[in-house]
């Protein structure tokens, strides 16, 4: 069975920093592409920054030069993080992962729970 497990959430003041975590684990897993997307109260699910098993990076233009996603292929980690924080940024930030499985022919993708961040005036 997958996990992710996020962590690093919480509350901040506006122009200040936070870094999220996520770890995947489960028996016989291979990580693809990692990323993370976020959810504002009344607003759609939206992608934040993706990171490809080599290394390439994708940006949502809103968090271009403040946010760097980046992991740690040997921990099957993906990490977030957010310098110049705005108010904008607060919501609940998800992490996802597409996964292939021993003996499956594609992989999956995979939600971790979430971890609200706030940031404040």
């Known amino acids: 069975q997958v996990q992710l497990v996020e962590s690093g959430g919480g509350l901040v003041q506006a122009g200040g920093s936070l870094r999220l975590s996520c770890a995947a684990s489960?028996?016989?897993?291979?990580?693809?592409?990692m990323g993370w997307y976020r959810q504002a109260p009344g607003k759609q699910r939206e992608l934040v920054a993706s990171?490809?098993?080599?290394?390439?990076?994708n940006y949502a233009d809103s968090v271009k030069g403040r946010f760097t996603i980046s992991r740690d292929n040997a921990k099957n980690t993906v990490f977030l993080q957010m310098d110049s924080l705005k108010p904008q940024d607060t919501a609940v930030y998800y992490c996802?992962?597409?996964?292939?499985?021993?003996?499956?022919?594609?992989?999956?993708?995979?939600w971790g729970k979430g971890t609200l961040v706030t940031v404040s005036t």
């Open positions: 489960g028996y016989g897993i291979s990580i693809n592409a």
């Open positions: 996802n992962t597409n996964i292939l499985r021993l003996g499956a022919l594609y992989g999956s993708d995979y």
């Open positions: 990171i490809t098993s080599g290394g390439s990076t």
